[in-house]
């Protein structure tokens, strides 16, 4: 089984409506970190946000909120009023402990692509 | 302060033929990583390393080999390069292991 599951393998959308973009992750691990990366067209990684496992409190940066629910394993990434810069693949990235040091698990990923 | 650099950007090999990924970075960080990202999936752990002098194999490390005698250098081997290994190779450094991973602009190599 996957540990890390974007299941919206590609999601379309016009300019300036809201998009959510899911992820689902599995550890057994008490204290993990969750990770969000932007790779726009040119190729390069963005780190957008961090969150711990002990951090539930939801996240709001400009057009960008992220909801973390552990009762859920869920860590989902929202934004609103979309643009066509936005357009990118994302990725959803979990840290847990494995053989002793962390190590990021990524998601597959979900492409966005914001039509104008 | 560049972050993390990776050359060359762009490389075609042919089969059976050996090259080195270069990673340089100037964070002063110990943890260092290679990834490789295959079209339509994540990306895959190769190799790591906490601290110069330290390297350990990741997910998928047939096929490469690392070395670490710098904090600041992270170069990728690649022995009798074959078609699987085609892809999109990343650096990423981190100053802590449970930190954010801050990653190079990748080498695209493809395996003719």
């Known amino acids: 089984a996957q540990k890390v599951t974007q299941a919206q393998t590609e999601i379309s959308v016009v300019e300036k409506e809201d998009v959510t973009l899911d992820c689902v992750y599995e550890?057994?691990?008490?204290?993990?970190?969750l990770f969000w990366y932007k790779q726009p067209p040119s190729g390069e990684l963005v780190f957008l946000i961090r969150r711990n496992s002990f951090d539930e409190q939801n996240e709001i940066s400009g057009r960008y909120s992220w909801n973390f629910q552990k009762s859920t394993s869920s860590f989902n990434f929202t934004i609103t009023a979309s643009q066509v810069v936005d357009s990118a693949v994302y990725f959803c990235?979990?840290?847990?402990?494995?053989?002793?040091?962390?190590?990021?698990?990524f998601g597959t990923g979900t492409r966005l692509k914001v039509l104008a | 302060n560049a972050g993390v650099t990776q050359t060359p950007k762009f490389r075609i090999l042919k089969i059976g033929q050996s090259m080195t990924l270069q990673c340089t970075q100037d964070m002063n960080h110990n943890y260092m990583y290679w990834y490789r990202q295959d079209p339509g999936m994540g990306l895959k752990l190769i190799y790591y390393s906490v601290g110069a002098g330290i390297t350990d194999k990741g997910e998928v490390p047939n096929g490469y080999n690392v070395s670490r005698s710098t904090t600041e250098d992270f170069p990728l081997r690649l022995e009798l390069a074959a078609p699987s290994q085609t892809s999109v190779y990343f650096c990423a450094t981190t100053g802590g292991e449970t930190d954010t991973q801050y990653f190079g602009p990748g080498t695209r190599l493809t395996v003719l």
């Open positions: 990235a979990l840290s847990e402990e494995t053989s002793g040091t962390y190590k990021y698990i």
């Open positions: 550890t057994r691990d008490t204290t993990y970190y």
